[in-house]
Nanobody, 129 residues
């Protein structure tokens, strides 16, 4: 069994910052990428960012967060992070991390929730105006 546990969510004013963490534990698995998604009330789950787990850790971002959010990883700690700066009220959502055992040459394919195998329980981020 693989567990992903997110932390770091909370309430912040517009323009503020938060850092989310996602720690993986459980059985060893082939992890090719990890991603962050978010889901606002009555909206579909939306891709935020993805990072390739091996090598230099190439990254890919949704246009809506590019330049404001940074995804990073610590292989030794089995943890992926999402640094969120210049937060806006429209960033309010439950944020989920996910891990994929599937290899794709292009990070673009990690924008699709169906291409992930494991999910965390989510952490709430609320940005007040």
């Amino acid at each position: 069994q693989v567990q992903l546990v997110e932390s770091g969510g909370g309430l912040v004013q517009a323009g503020g910052s938060l850092r989310l963490s996602c720690a993986a534990s459980g059985r060893t698995f082939s992890r090719y990428a990890m991603g962050w998604f978010r889901q606002a009330p009555e909206k579909e789950r939306e891709f935020v960012a993805a990072i390739r787990w091996s090598g230099g850790g190439s990254t890919y971002y949704a246009d809506s967060v590019k330049g404001r959010f940074t995804i990073s990883k610590d292989n030794a700690e089995n943890t992926v992070y999402l640094q969120m700066n210049s937060l806006k009220p429209e960033d309010t959502a439950v944020y989920y991390c996910a891990a994929s055992e599937k290899y794709y040459g292009s990070l673009y394919y990690y924008t699709r929730p169906d291409n992930y195998d494991y999910w965390g329980q989510g952490t709430q981020v609320t940005v007040s105006s």
